[in-house]
């Protein structure tokens, strides 16, 4: 089970794209004050179809911030740019097919030890659940086939971003996102994160902070889901038995 310690350091982002406004837009702000520091971030960019175009679109977006970019996808040996990274981000899109490309290019447990390093870590929609235990919060279809649903286990929770909450006057007859996630917490142990949109969770120092205009919700297992607050720290909610064995002072 991961840990939630003083040396990882992780920004995990509901969205990419807020209404409104443009491609990390709403996250910038945090994104240059996670990074300080930083001048090369090195992508991931398999849960997308077309690899090129969409590092080619990070890479003009960071450029913006002051910061270059390399893909793995466009290296002879993505172990080895993930080993000499300063930073890694992992962009949005199905999270099958993200998982997939991160375990058929080997880069899955160089990630795990260099976030484990404290090398900074920022993950957007699917790139913030592949942080997760497993892919089992995601809204996406299989599209493709993972060689397993264990994640990169970055965070000891789960997140479900662009979370929605039940609309009292919609018609529709499906599953909400809350009972969607009570399905998942019959089968399983792992709190999970109702990350709304233009929310994001700041790792560090033992902390995860809430950050962004609203509240989160949060789903344990045989209890009632309660509302936090942005600005709150959120571990003693996602992980009490590490706060218990004294792993968050």
């Keep these: 089970m991961p840990t939630i310690d003083r040396i990882r350091r992780l920004l995990l982002i509901s969205n990419s794209t807020l209404y409104g406004s443009g491609y990390l837009d709403h996250a910038e702000a945090e994104i240059r004050t996670f990074l300080t520091g930083t001048r090369h971030v090195v992508f991931v960019p398999f849960a997308l179809y077309d690899r090129t175009a969409y590092a080619a679109k990070v890479r003009q977006r960071l450029k913006a911030m002051g910061l270059e970019l390399t893909s793995v996808h466009d290296v002879s040996n993505p172990r080895r740019a993930i080993g000499n990274a300063e930073a890694i981000l992992v962009g949005g899109g199905n999270t099958f097919r993200l998982l997939k490309g991160i375990y058929d290019c080997g880069v899955r447990e160089r990630i795990r030890e260099k976030v484990a390093d404290g090398t900074p870590y920022i993950g957007s929609s699917a790139g913030s659940i592949v942080a997760c235990p497993s892919l089992k919060t995601t809204k996406d279809m299989p599209i ?27 018609t529709h007859m499906g599953e909400t996102q809350e009972e969607r996630i009570a399905q998942f917490l019959e089968e399983n142990e792992e709190a999970v994160v109702g990350l709304r949109e233009g929310s994001m969770l700041r ?47």
């Design 144 to 170: 493709v086939q993972p060689e397993s649903f264990e994640a990169l286990g970055l965070v000891p929770f789960q997140i479900s971003p662009h979370y929605l909450d039940p609309d009292p006057s919609s």
């Design 203 to 249: 790792v560090g120092d033992g902390a995860v902070t809430l950050i962004g205009p609203h509240a989160a919700r949060i789903f344990r297992r045989g209890e009632h889901p309660v509302e936090v607050p942005s600005g709150e720290d959120l571990a003693p909610l996602v992980s009490p038995s590490l706060c218990a064995r004294g792993v968050l002072v």
